[in-house]
Antibody
């Protein structure tokens, strides 16, 4: 079955960078788009970014555009979220999910917590 | 862009049906058949229930159904069960190549 394992979270100071990874198994990774979605503590879900199955298209939420970069390595069944110039409001659990159709996410991983604090 | 609008709470008794609404605009819900619904239990990752308005991923019970009329999408949970008590979120593809989520609805099974 679909398994996604996110990692790379931690506690960082404002203005610094962090790179999240999501390793996929149980499906043909190179055939699917992949999403990142985040959830601030006690809050709702916020979509962050999506990358096409071949990396040809990448879309971002306005709140992270210009600061975050999504990428993938199909040879390693892994996709990434490079987060630069982090802000306090980026504090959240970051989930990765597989595109199921119509910009929906399926098979969500357990998430990785990013805390931005001075 | 603003988040989609969901009622903060909903409730029903076991065996009943409950419908949760998700209101957007012609730039998102009304403009595309790309509405999804998710269920999230406390401390757990979200689970996809519905995609492309009314399609169910494999393994999702038929008790969960989706529909759309104009700028409002709906999720109906039929034959409510205790384990359906959770938070429910809608999402939609929107202009500017983004995805919007609703604020979430807490469903209580009385």
């Amino acid at each position: 079955q679909v398994q996604l394992v996110a990692s790379g979270g931690g506690v960082v100071q404002p203005g610094t960078s962090l790179r999240l990874s999501c390793v996929a198994s149980g499906f043909t990774f190179s055939s699917y788009g992949m999403h990142w979605v985040r959830q601030a503590p006690g809050k709702g879900l916020e979509w962050v970014a999506v990358i096409w199955y071949d990396g040809s298209n990448k879309y971002y939420a306005e709140s992270v555009k210009g600061r975050f970069t999504i990428s993938r390595d199909n040879s390693k069944n892994t996709h990434f979220l490079q987060m630069d110039d982090l802000r306090n409001e980026d504090t959240a659990v970051y989930y990765c999910a597989r595109e199921e159709g119509g910009f929906s996410g399926n098979g969500w991983g357990q998430g990785t917590l990013v805390t931005v604090s001075s | 862009q603003s988040a989609l609008t969901q009622p903060p709470s909903a409730s029903g008794s076991p065996g009943e049906s409950v419908t949760i609404s998700c209101t957007g605009t012609s730039n998102d819900v009304g403009g595309y058949n790309y509405v999804s619904w998710y269920q999230q239990h406390p401390g757990k990752a979200p689970k996809l229930l519905i995609y492309e308005v009314r399609e169910r991923p494999s393994g999702v019970p038929g008790r969960f159904s989706g529909s759309k009329s104009g700028n409002t999408a709906s999720l109906t949970v039929s034959g409510l069960q205790a384990e359906d008590e959770a938070d429910y979120y809608c999402s939609s593809y929107a202009d500017s190549k983004t995805v919007l989520f609703g604020g979430g609805t807490k469903l209580a099974v009385l």
